[in-house]
């Protein structure tokens, strides 16, 4: 079967300016600092660039100090220099709409992803006979927010704890904080 040649056309990019302006567009429009990998992750999803291609365009737009190295959650990341919002003020129409939507899809869905990946953990523990504990965990990026084992006796009684959690994990987070901070102010607690 013969490959219709024009399959994939919007898509693909082979010139090297292109390439970078599309890079630049990726880390603007994720509006985070990300990592080499993740830049990579996008062009080569949303768009049908040469790998080798992309990797020079990279190096070039770090040289040219359109990007610049930070250091966020322990991890080196790319993030746009003054020059590089510049550049792409200049000349963002220059990249294909077709592209741009490919990349703001493929970066939209793969940070939803990511954020509901790492979010929150439920999970339905037996400790005997009959008896269950329902443990917890919430996270906002790195940082954990709770982490607890909950004593849910009966496997009904879990299955609703971890349905209740699961349905407003940041709702279950608040009211524990909540209740956690009614205390009465004039006691001292010389522990903290």
């Not at 939209?108 to 979010?119: C, G, L, N, P």
């Not at 940082?143 to 496997?155: C, D, K, P, Q, Y």
Request: hydrophobic content about 40%; charged content about 35%; overall charge negative.
């Amino acid at each position: 079967v013969k490959k219709n040649i024009w399959d994939n056309v919007y898509y693909r990019l082979n010139d090297e300016t292109e390439i970078k302006l599309s890079v630049l567009f990726c880390i603007r429009y994720a509006d985070i600092p990300i990592t080499d990998i993740e830049v990579k992750h996008f062009m080569l999803t949303a768009t049908s660039v040469n790998f080798m291609d992309l990797c020079s365009a990279i190096d070039a737009v770090v040289s040219d100090n359109y990007i610049k190295k930070v250091w966020r959650d322990e991890v080196e990341k790319f993030d746009l220099t003054q020059q590089g919002n510049e550049l792409l003020d200049m000349f963002e129409d220059k990249i294909m709409a077709s592209v741009r939507a490919s990349l703001k899809n493929t970066i939209d869905e793969y940070f939803r992803r990511e954020r509901e990946k790492a979010q929150y953990r439920c999970e339905i523990i037996p400790v005997g006979k009959d008896a269950y504990h329902v443990d917890i965990e919430l996270k906002e990026g790195k940082n954990t927010l709770i982490t607890m084992s909950v004593f849910a006796g009966s496997r009904e009684t879990a299955i609703r704890l971890r349905r209740g959690f699961k349905a407003d994990p940041m709702g279950v987070y608040s009211d524990i904080v909540s209740m956690l901070s009614k205390t009465d102010d004039s006691e001292d607690d010389e522990n903290v």
